[in-house]
């Protein structure tokens, strides 16, 4: 606020409008990161839990998950058994800590792995216009094979282990992420930095290197976070039919394989997992969400 | 009388559009034997409106792609022949700043990797040290704050953008730099800024600018000869001064009526122009502007003008130039 | 009374990073048919002020405040309703793009139609031929034949005309016409204004013309508001504004505008120019919005933010040192 008289009564000062708005407060740390980004972080913070559960499994009040213990099969929950104990006796808490790690292994691995195929194969289709065709056509045809079905026949041809079952399971998702590179790279190219990068006289290389690769980044992040939750609930689905992890290792979907048939009795056999696959699966996609409203392209000026 | 530093001869640049199912493609018509020369430390403007394929010669020139036929010479060498591998040293001496400033540069690439890129490229640069104090230099010289090095982008307004395009542009320190556009998207105030650092920047450096717009009175300001393109040829080309006392092609002369003047009470005798302007695909047989001029006549419609002097420096492609009796 | 008067118009966005002041007091008239340029460059507020006269501003995250009265209604207390009947039929827009402003999936006859049916209740058959009078008044040959085209099989200039048609399908008497020309090539800009101004004549509208085009100003309008970071600066009649400028602001915007023709007496002449950037409108300013790049800005400036005052007869501009002419009683 000015004081109009000190500076002469004949000078003419505008009208000090006041603000209609409240004013924007810019809450810093963390604090302000939940409040301006809350989806990511719920996702992410549900995600390091489990993370978390998943290394610190054997120091979280469990015993050996494989261990075979007859005489106290299908016990209900209880303080001694805080998830009940299965058909075999084995303590399902400790069972669903530690098929964190598969879970996880499965899901993140998944995710990087076709990440790194699907970027690598949609880079050269979209630079590369000889290869397009080609390469789209075989994408094409690995798209109309249902992930679940590919994974499953891919298993049926090997012997069940958690990185046979990465594999089965990232070949088929491997087409989309291409599809998506492919796009993005498609759109990129057109872009007038793109040309004045070639009048800069950048190679190929170069150009695919610090240009094209960077912007292709955020949305193929976006579209991992999704590949790992899709990854997660396809190798729990091979593992209840029992062509995914071998029964031996406990994974979310391997422990609901045991409780099937006496869930109408035993429901908690089928619920503890059940409930933590989808807590991590929901967390991934909300991590997803969260991260794509943040990359908005309309928002790209902020980035 | 030194060598052009560029000479374009019989450029054609025609492109398929992507047919239907049946039936041949069509083809556009971009540039159709297009011919000028671009003297050192000279501005030669490109004008026209959409579609008339300013953008594409310009593109052409930078060999952003092959061109369907003719020849680009660039300070006595051809490049219109030459391999990728080839041609990548002598991108050094034509750089190029486009229109968008929010699209011309890389959103996620700091300015100083923007500008360090060209020095890279051509090995400008011996360390890590000399790259900066280089990048510090052409900041300077397009009077950007030497702490913009370490910002991105999107930090900066669209004014500033245009200044490290041309930053970039300036790196390698080029003969030609190709102007494609680039005041066009600023704001009145920021046009005047850009206007007066390439003129500067041409005076201090001895740099040609192809100066592709379509606005004539920015155009006036800052050429010293003027090309006016229509529907993929030139109709007119001459001395800025030549041209704007006596433009002879009635196209020009139409195009300089209709530009609004920043005077109220200037009297407007505006020459309206009939009609749409055909498309490139099919231009018009004869004179192409024969379907819009208000001169057209019987010889026009069947047969194509040639660039005829008609003045000192000054050609232009139109029959009535012929004709014994001018109108 | 005016035919629309604003008063303090101020327009707030909420955004992540502060509130976006972008229009912080704003206040004119606009005379039965007559032409209003507002004229400013990127982010001065010229656009959203034309939004918010027809509520077309988001209200989160925007808010409006003021008072904007139209024909002695205040157009901000309408309900949505009420606003609906109004756009359109009394007060028109046109907008930059006519590309992203007509329905690519419906015929522009049946655009046009739309808006004569919404308003004026018309049956099918009378609102298309009212669309045919309507695009044979914006000098589209072959009206009945193009009516059954789409927007993207027209050119440019032709799309302009079809927005034209649409706004001025139910004879409002208020046009507001956001950069029209702009996107447009500059011999059918020229077919374009003069369309306006004859289309203007006969339909008797007002016309509230936004622009950046100081050459369209000098063309088509009768009185100028010139805004800066969200405020009028200066305001004249079209004439008084370019031979005279007041603020510094106009002057420099006028010597930044190259003149055709100015290569013919001797060397061209420098343009001048507005050093510095348009300030962040998410910061409270104080003083002048226009100190920071003005040559002859002094400690009172920077301190006490002047009001418009009268400084000829009807111009009054924002700024403590513009002369004052002694105006006759």
Redesign the interface.
Known sequence: M?D?TA?GPH???????P???P??R?RRGVTGFIL?RPTIALGLGLLLTMTFIAFAAPFLGTVDPTALAPAKRLRAPSDVYWFGTDAFGRDIYSRVMFGARVSLAVGFSVALLASAAGLFIGLLSGYVRALDGLIMRIMDGMMSIPPILLAVALMALTRASVQNVILAIALGEVPRVARLVRSVVLTIRE???V?????????IG?IIL??IL??TLAPLTVQATYICGSAIIVESILSFIGAGTPPITPSWGNIMADGRTLWQVKPYIIFFPAMFLSLTVLAVNLLGDGLRDALDPRL???? | MSRPILQVSNLKKHYPLAGGLFGRAKIVHAVDDLSFEVARGETLALVGESGCGKSTVGKAVLRLFDITSGQVVLDGMRIDELSDGALRPLRRRMQVVFQDPFSSLNPRQSVRDAIAEPLRNFGLAASGAEMDRKVSEILDRVRLPRDAAKRLPHEFSGGQRQRIGIAKALAPNPDLIVCDEAVSALDVSVKAQIVNLLKDVQKELGLALLFISHDLAIVENISHRIAVMYLGKIVEMAPKRSLFAGPRHPYTQALLSAVPIPEPDARRERILLRGDLPSPISPPPGCRFHTRCPYVFDRCRTEEPELRSVGSAHVAACHLDAMPVRR | MALLEVRNLQVHFRTPDGINRAVDGVSFDVEAGQTLAIVGESGCGKSVTAMSILRLVPEPPGKIAGSITFQGRDLLGLTDAQMRKIRGDDIAMVFQEPMTSLNPVLTVGRQIAETIRLHQGLDRKTADKRAVEMLSLVGIPEPARRMREYPHQLSGGMRQRVMIAIALACSPKLLIADEPTTALDVTIQAQILELMQDLKRRVGAAIMMITHDLGVVAEVAEHVIVMYAGRVVEEAPVRQLFARPRHPYTCGLLGAVPKLGSSLDGETARLSEIPGMVPNLKQRLSGCVFAERCASATDLCRTVAPALEVKALRHIAACHYADKEEIAA
């Open positions: 000015t109009v500076a000078v003419a000062a505008a009208m000090n409008l603000d209609i708005l004013p924007v810019h301006r872009q007038p930095y040309d004045a990068a070639r009048a800069s006289g950048s190679t170069s610090r240009h960077p912007n790209a000026k902020k980035l």
